[in-house]
């Protein structure tokens, strides 16, 4: 337990209910405030007092809860280091930064920076219906996806690697390097795959790559000619 | 405090001497033992016992002594989970997976996926290089890069960049997006900019990504000309 952070032991004493998902929700520490449950708001609540601001009109009263735990500072949106804050992998892992940021730009349909709750709201589903697909394919409930299973993976969603290209994603995504078995003696198991969100961020990688390619193109010569920025802006524009 | 770590709390106690750089390396819990001082050596310690093993001949105590504190499962090598735990910037955030990958791709010269004692040296000298260039261009002492110190940075390295491209690698590279202001209420203050570890990496790959370009562009015309599979191996093979 020792490498847990005060947030993953808040979720730990509440596993009951999400164990076993490769990914879920850990809602930050809100200073004494229970916060999932909308039953308890009072309203009107200013922003920034503690209190649960009360759910929109026709909103889910579960993802308002959700939304409202991850939004710690009640300014109303989430921001990328509330989104780390709170997404944790199946063995506990926070999600990296470049998920939450990728996540983050996906939803942030209004370009603030930031999601509302409509924009938390699309991200969550988009997230549940990622963890159906890892669930499907990690064939052996490893809690990671590798080798077989990567294949398999990307071959449904259409792209039929070479070895050697799956082999590039597989080291680039991977938890911990491939070539070793190390096992740390205290806190979360090391898995030589993927956890949940760097499986996501490979596959969402591997699908702005093609499209990319695709588009530049455009005579379908199955080559694209670059010079050194686009080169370069290619690969920074990618998750 | 309530997101720091328990390794965090150990270090902010020991932070007398290393206080305000832009990164550092915070011993893991290790059990009880003292970690950093080899005078308490019990010689011999068989492996995986606790205890610190006497340093090979001729290593720098000091540094012998951070090597021990980060191996906490006493293997005798630095695997890429203890290298996280023990890897954090100026801000306390800790390195990013991507950052330690890189870190240990670039010292595993044996290609173990760890680090030995005299790969570890190499590495720790590397990082402290990179905490001199750090510092020089974090001229407003913010603890973090950004737009013109970035510019100025990379300038230096012999990459002069496009304005557009200078926003992607900032943008890419932020620890937070650039067009949020936002401020956790707690925790580790986000900044705009790139912490320590983002930076190395950004610099990192503009320079593997540049000499890439240069190794395609056998004819020095300016362009490169790629099929599907060279377009995803040179994007997938940068760190």
Redesign the interface.
């Known amino acids: 337990m020792?490498?847990?952070?005060?947030?993953q032991n808040v979720s730990r004493r509440r596993s009951s209910f999400n164990a076993g998902l490769p990914a879920q929700i850990v809602p930050s520490?809100t200073g004494g405030v229970n916060p999932g449950y909308p039953d308890s708001v009072q309203y009107p609540n200013p922003p920034g007092t503690f209190g649960i601001p009360a759910p929109p009109p026709g909103a889910d009263p579960v993802l308002w809860g959700w939304f409202t735990a991850v939004d710690?500072?009640r300014?109303g949106s989430i921001?990328?280091?509330?989104l780390q804050?709170a997404l944790v992998n199946g063995n506990w892992s926070p999600f990296?930064?470049?998920t939450c940021?990728m996540l983050?730009?996906i939803f942030d349909v209004r370009?603030?920076?930031?999601l509302s709750f409509q924009e938390f709201c699309g991200m969550w589903k988009y997230i549940q219906e990622w963890q159906n697909v890892f669930r499907h394919f990690d064939t052996d409930s490893s809690g990671s996806i590798e080798g077989e299973e990567l294949a398999n993976a990307l071959g449904r969603f259409g792209y039929r690697?070479?070895p050697?290209?799956l082999s590039?994603?597989e080291t680039?995504y991977a938890?911990?390097?491939?070539?070793?078995s190390?096992q740390?003696?205290?806190?979360p198991r090391?898995t030589a795959g993927m956890t949940f969100d760097r499986f996501v961020r490979a596959c969402v990688v591997?699908k702005t790559?093609?499209e990319t390619?695709q588009s530049l193109d455009v005579n379908r010569t199955?080559?694209?000619?670059?010079?050194?920025?686009q080169?370069?802006?290619?690969?920074?524009?990618?998750p």
């Not at 370009?111 to 930031?114: D, N, R, V, Y």
């Not at 740390?184 to 806190?187: A, D, I, Q």
């Not at 370069?232 to 524009?237: K, M, Q, T, W």
Request: charged share 20%; net charge negative; glycine share 4%.
């Open positions: 020792s490498y847990l952070n005060p947030n520490y710690t500072d300014s921001y990328v280091d509330e804050r990296d930064l470049d940021k983050l730009n370009k603030t920076g930031s690697l070479t050697y290209l590039l994603v680039k938890t911990v390097p491939l070539n070793q190390h740390p003696l205290y806190g090391a591997i790559l093609t390619f199955g080559r694209v000619s670059l010079d050194y920025e080169f370069l802006a290619v690969i920074l524009s990618s």
